[in-house]
C-alpha cells in the first residue's frame, strides 16, 4: 500500500498498564487532508493509541512520529506545541463557560496584566465557526445551554482552530443522534479539506465508512489492517475486528 | 470539499438577545440585593425611634461585614474552582494572634501598650505578619488539596482544628491584646465620611477581584477549573499551580481579616469567630457562587455578607436573643442552597429535553 507522507503516526506502539497489555504492536498513520479511522472492539487499544499519540500516555516501545519527525513526548501541552489537538469522549468543555472561552480555554488572548482580548477572541471563534460551516445561536452562552451536537461542533471548532497539524476525535459521535453524527462526519472532511490530519475513532461503522479515506483495524492491542475505506464493507470490517485475519489490499 | 451549511443541523434551539438590565434583574446578586433593601427598610420600620437607619448603625454594619467580606471573597474564588474552604475562620485567628505578637514584639517596654516607638513600623510589620500568616496557612491547605490529592472539605476540616489549636497554644490560651491605641485611631474606628477603613479596604478589594473574574484569564481559568477539572487539564492549564494560587489568595484575605480584629479592638479575638466559616459561606452561596464550582459571583458575594450583617444586627437591635441569629443565618443559607438545587434540576430537565 502506497502512502503519502504521513503528519502523524505511530510505529509499533506497545504499551502495558499493570498486568493488562493495552498495546502490542499498534501502528496507525494520517497524511495531511486524509480522514483515517480508528476502528476496533472494545479493549482493542484504541483510546490508548491516541492518548499516546497525544503524550498523555508514554510508550514502552515504539515511536511517534509528528510532522516526520520522531519525537518523546511528556504531555498533551507537548502535542499541542507540535499542532497536534483533540477532540475527546467525554468532551473537555467548560459547561459554565461561553463557547468563546471555552474555544480559547489555555490560549487565550490576553493584553498586560492578564487582561482577555475578548473582543478579538470572539471574533476569531465567530471566524473558525463560520469556516467550518458551524452556526450557534450565539457565542456568548455558556457551554451547557447548547445541545449536545452544538456542543461536540464547538470541540471540533476549538480542536480545529489550535491544530496546524492532525486533530484526533475520540468517538465524537458516541453521544449524538443519527443527523447531528452526520453533521459530524461531515465536519470532519471539511477539517481535513484544511490540510489537517484526522484521525477519528468510531464504532459506526457504516457512518465512518463513507467518511474516512482510509480504516485502521486495532485487534487485542495490535494493527491488524490499514485499508482504504473504498475497499472496505460493513461485514469485512466488523470480522476483522473480532479477531478474523485478513490479508491486507 | 465544500459543505452544506451545518446550520440547520446544529441551530436547533433559538436564544434570543437579553437586554443588559433584564440580565441584572434575572441575577441572584440583584436579587440579594432587593432582599437587603428589604430587610434594612423592615428592620429600620421595627426598630426603636427607627436607630437602625442612623450613621452609626450604618458604620457599625459596615465594619462588621469588612470581616465577612474578605473571607467571603476569597471563599467564591476558591468555590469557583471548587475548593471548599472550612478554615477561613481558624486562619483569621491564628493570623490575628501572630500578628499581634509581632506588634507587640516593638513595644519598649513589654507589657506596656503606651511604650510603641515606632508605630507605623509596628503596624505595618503587623499587618504583613497577619497577611503573611495568612498566605502561608493558605500555602498549607493548597498543598494539602492539589499536591495531596485530599477533598478540600476535609483537608481544612484538619487544617480548622490544626489552626486553631496553634492559636490557642502561642496566644496562651487567652487573647493578646495592648496593640498601640493610635492603630485604632487611624485605621480600625477610623472612617471617610460614615465609611470605616476596614470596609473600604474590604470593598476594594471586591471590586479588584470582580475586576479579575469578569475580565482577566485568571479568572476564566478559576471558573474553568470549577465547571470540569478535566475540561481545564486538557486545555493545557496547570491546574495544581492555579489551585494553590487561590488558597494562598483565600489565605492572605482571611489573614487581611485578622489584622481588622487588631485594628478594631487593639486585641485578638479568639473566641469571636467560631461563625465566620457559616457567614462567609453563607454570603458567598446566596450570592449565587456555585458551590459545585464554576461560577463566581462577586457582588453576590458582597450582597450575600450585607445580607449576614444585616441579618445579624438586626436581630440584635430588636432584641432577639442570639441563639436565634444562629438559627436565622443557617436557616437563610439553606434556603439558598435550596433554590439553587430546584435551579440545577430544571436546567438538568431542560437539557435532557433536547
Known amino acids: ?249 | 470539499m465544500s459543505t452544506s451549511p451545518i446550520t440547520q443541523g446544529i441551530d436547533d434551539r433559538a436564544i434570543g438577545a437579553v437586554h443588559p438590565v433584564v440580565r441584572w434583574v434575572r441575577t441572584r446578586a440583584a436579587w440579594i440585593l432587593l432582599f437587603d433593601i428589604a430587610l434594612f427598610a423592615l428592620f429600620t420600620a421595627l426598630s426603636r425611634n427607627h436607630v437602625f437607619f442612623s450613621a452609626a448603625n450604618a458604620e457599625s454594619l459596615l465594619i462588621s461585614v469588612s470581616q465577612i467580606l474578605l473571607l467571603a471573597l476569597g471563599l467564591a474564588m476558591m468555590l469557583g474552582a471548587g475548593i471548599f474552604d472550612l478554615s477561613l475562620g481558624a486562619n483569621l485567628v491564628l493570623s490575628s494572634v501572630v500578628g499581634a505578637l509581632v506588634m507587640k514584639s516593638f513595644q519598649a517596654v513589654p507589657g506596656d501598650a503606651s511604650s510603641y516607638h515606632d508605630i507605623p513600623l509596628a503596624a505595618v510589620a503587623g499587618f504583613l505578619a497577619c497577611v503573611g500568616t495568612g498566605i502561608v496557612f493558605g500555602l498549607v491547605n493548597g498543598l494539602l488539596i492539589a499536591v495531596g490529592k485530599i477533598n478540600s472539605l476535609i483537608a481544612t476540616l484538619g487544617t480548622l482544628g490544626i489552626g486553631t489549636g496553634i492559636a490557642l497554644l502561642i496566644a496562651g490560651g487567652s487573647d493578646v491584646s495592648g496593640m498601640p491605641t493610635a492603630l485604632q485611631l487611624a485605621i480600625g474606628l477610623n472612617t471617610i465620611g460614615i465609611v470605616p477603613i476596614p470596609a473600604i479596604a474590604a470593598i476594594a478589594v471586591a471590586i479588584l477581584l470582580w475586576v479579575v473574574v469578569r475580565f482577566t484569564r485568571y479568572g476564566m481559568r478559576t471558573q474553568a477549573i470549577g465547571s470540569s477539572r478535566v475540561a481545564a487539564e486538557r486545555s493545557g492549564i496547570r491546574v495544581r499551580a492555579h489551585l494553590l494560587s487561590l488558597t494562598v489568595l483565600g489565605g492572605g484575605l482571611a489573614g487581611m481579616a485578622g489584622f481588622i480584629d487588631l485594628a478594631r479592638f487593639g486585641s485578638t479575638a479568639l473566641q469571636g469567630h467560631a461563625n465566620d466559616a457559616l457567614g462567609a459561606v453563607t454570603a458567598a452561596v446566596i450570592g449565587g457562587t456555585l458551590l459545585e464550582g464554576g461560577r463566581i459571583s462577586i457582588w453576590g458575594a458582597v450582597w450575600g455578607a450585607a445580607l449576614a450583617i444585616i441579618l445579624r444586627t438586626g436581630l440584635v437591635i430588636l432584641g432577639v436573643s442570639a441563639f436565634w441569629q444562629l438559627i436565622v443565618v443557617g436557616a437563610v443559607l439553606l434556603i439558598a442552597v435550596l433554590l439553587d438545587r430546584v435551579a440545577a434540576v430544571r436546567r438538568t430537565r431542560s437539557a435532557r429535553a433536547d
Open chain 1, 1 to 249: 500500500m502506497e502512502n503519502p507522507a504521513p503528519v502523524i503516526a505511530a510505529r509499533h506502539i506497545a504499551k502495558r498498564f499493570g498486568h493488562v497489555q493495552a498495546l502490542r504492536d499498534a501502528s496507525v498513520s494520517v497524511a495531511a487532508g486524509e480522514v483515517v479511522a480508528l476502528v476496533g472492539d472494545n479493549g482493542a487499544g484504541k483510546s490508548t493509541l491516541v492518548k499516546t499519540l497525544l503524550g498523555i500516555n508514554k510508550p514502552d516501545d515504539g515511536e511517534v512520529i509528528i510532522g516526520g519527525e520522531p519525537v518523546q513526548l511528556s504531555g498533551i501541552r507537548e502535542a499541542q506545541a507540535l499542532g497536534v489537538d483533540a477532540v475527546h469522549q467525554d468532551l473537555a468543555l467548560a459547561p459554565d463557560l461561553s463557547v468563546v472561552d471555552n474555544m480559547f480555554l489555555g490560549h487565550e488572548q490576553i493584553r498586560g496584566l492578564g487582561f482577555l482580548r475578548r473582543r478579538e477572541m470572539s471574533e476569531r471563534a465567530a471566524e473558525s465557526l463560520r469556516e467550518l460551516g458551524i452556526t450557534l445561536p450565539s457565542l456568548a452562552v455558556p457551554v451547557s445551554d447548547l445541545s449536545g451536537g452544538q456542543r461536540q461542533a464547538v470541540a471540533v471548532a476549538k480542536a480545529v482552530m489550535w491544530s496546524s497539524t492532525a486533530v484526533l476525535m475520540d468517538e465524537p459521535t458516541a453521544a449524538l443522534g443519527a443527523r447531528q453524527s452526520d453533521i459530524i462526519a461531515e465536519l470532519m472532511r471539511t477539517v481535513a479539506s484544511k490540510g489537517l490530519g484526522v484521525l477519528v475513532i468510531s464504532h459506526d461503522l457504516p457512518r465512518i465508512l463513507k467518511a474516512a479515506d482510509k480504516i485502521t483495524v486495532l485487534w487485542r492491542g495490535e494493527t491488524v489492517l490499514e485499508s482504504p475505506a473504498a475497499a472496505l464493507t460493513v461485514p469485512d470490517l466488523v470480522a476483522t475486528m473480532v479477531g478474523y485475519r485478513e490479508e491486507a489490499s
